[in-house]
């Protein structure tokens, strides 16, 4: 599957779920409000010039979105050149403003993923990460897992907000802006190496992490459960390094979803 198939799928996907296209945004990280984020150097995300529907201070033109967003990455600039990961590269995204949320979320991800009408994957080369703490979000990837005949204990892991909260650890340490926790779903890479079992208690946290240390594992697709409005502000305005001190986490005026899917990189799993 190449790059132009999987965009057309992905589009035509959501749109049979009720959502309408938007256009990206400038890699200079204006929000939809015509506001620069001066938070960004670029706009790194999909999610990016949504902040103001996030927020409830601007009113979306739909209550359901599909973008796909040009993306420039500073922060994984030492990690560019290895076999997942590009400085430039294009995300497909779904967003949801005060509509559905974790349930429906999870939901068409699996369909997406799994349906033979889109992508045909086998759902035991599959697997889930959830925050630590998100029981709801667990349970619902387990109906579907176990619905297909998998334990859920060997395709659902459980990690810290440093993996599964977006922003990366934000939970505790900012930047200010709309976070919560997320779900990242994983592709097993090799043709040549059968996925792991998928038995109860055959195969465990450890030997996932293991694996998806060893790029057997690759992140495909992020779920984002937009639940909250980190407040901060600056430790120290002029070394802005030191971060930032926390002084509220109030819920957002509604809930959303906000995903993220790599195009190139899953093109690339997907296609072996």
């Given at each position: 599957?190449?790059?132009?198939?999987?965009?057309?799928?992905?589009?035509?996907?959501?749109?049979?779920?009720?959502?309408?296209?938007?256009?990206?945004?400038?890699?200079?990280?204006?929000?939809?409000?015509?506001?620069?984020?001066?938070?960004?150097?670029?706009?790194?995300?999909?999610?990016?010039?949504?902040?103001?529907?996030?927020?409830g201070v601007a009113q979306p033109p739909h209550n359901r979105l599909i973008t796909c967003q040009k993306c420039l990455r500073t922060g994984d600039i030492e990690e560019v050149g290895d076999d997942s990961h590009l400085t430039l590269f294009e995300m497909?995204?779904?967003?949801?403003?005060?509509?559905?949320?974790?349930?429906?979320?999870?939901?068409?991800?699996?369909?997406?993923?799994?349906?033979?009408?889109?992508?045909?994957?086998?759902?035991?080369?599959?697997?889930?990460?959830?925050?630590?703490?998100?029981?709801?979000?667990?349970?619902?990837?387990?109906?579907?897992?176990?619905?297909?005949?998998?334990?859920?204990?060997?395709?659902?892991?459980?990690?810290?907000?440093?993996?599964?909260?977006?922003?990366?650890?934000?939970?505790?340490?900012?930047?200010?802006?709309?976070?919560?926790?997320?779900?990242?779903?994983?592709?097993?890479?090799?043709?040549?190496?059968?996925?792991?079992?998928?038995?109860?208690?055959?195969?465990?946290?450890?030997?996932?992490?293991?694996?998806?240390?060893?790029?057997?594992?690759?992140?495909?697709?992020?779920?984002?459960?937009?639940?909250?409005?980190?407040?901060?502000?600056?430790?120290?305005?002029a070394r802005p390094e030191k971060g930032y001190e926390k002084t509220g986490l109030p819920n957002l005026p509604f809930q959303s979803i906000d995903t993220g899917m790599g195009l190139e990189r899953t093109a690339c799993a997907l296609g072996g």
């Amino acid at each position: 599957m190449n790059v132009s198939e999987l965009r057309a799928k992905y589009l035509a996907f959501f749109e049979s779920k009720g959502h309408q296209r938007f256009p990206a945004s400038s890699l200079v990280p204006y929000d939809v409000t015509g506001r620069l984020d001066e938070s960004l150097l670029f706009n790194g995300s999909g999610m990016n010039q949504f902040k103001p529907f996030f927020r409830g201070v601007a009113q979306p033109p739909h209550n359901r979105l599909i973008t796909c967003q040009k993306c420039l990455r500073t922060g994984d600039i030492e990690e560019v050149g290895d076999d997942s990961h590009l400085t430039l590269f294009e995300m497909l995204g779904n967003f949801s403003f005060g509509d559905y949320f974790k349930k429906d979320a999870v939901a068409y991800s699996w369909e997406f993923l799994t349906s033979p009408q889109w992508l045909a994957r086998d759902p035991k080369r599959m697997s889930f990460t959830v925050f630590e703490e998100d029981d709801e979000a667990y349970g619902y990837w387990a109906e579907h897992v176990g619905e297909a005949g998998i334990a859920p204990e060997s395709r659902i892991f459980r990690l810290d907000e440093e993996t599964n909260y977006w922003p990366a650890g934000s939970f505790t340490k900012g930047p200010p802006g709309p976070c919560g926790p997320n779900s990242e779903m994983f592709y097993w890479v090799p043709d040549d190496v059968p996925p792991p079992s998928t038995e109860p208690g055959a195969y465990s946290r450890e030997d996932w992490l293991r694996d998806e240390a060893a790029g057997l594992w690759l992140e495909v697709w992020n779920d984002v459960f937009i639940s909250y409005d980190w407040q901060g502000k600056l430790r120290d305005p002029a070394r802005p390094e030191k971060g930032y001190e926390k002084t509220g986490l109030p819920n957002l005026p509604f809930q959303s979803i906000d995903t993220g899917m790599g195009l190139e990189r899953t093109a690339c799993a997907l296609g072996g």
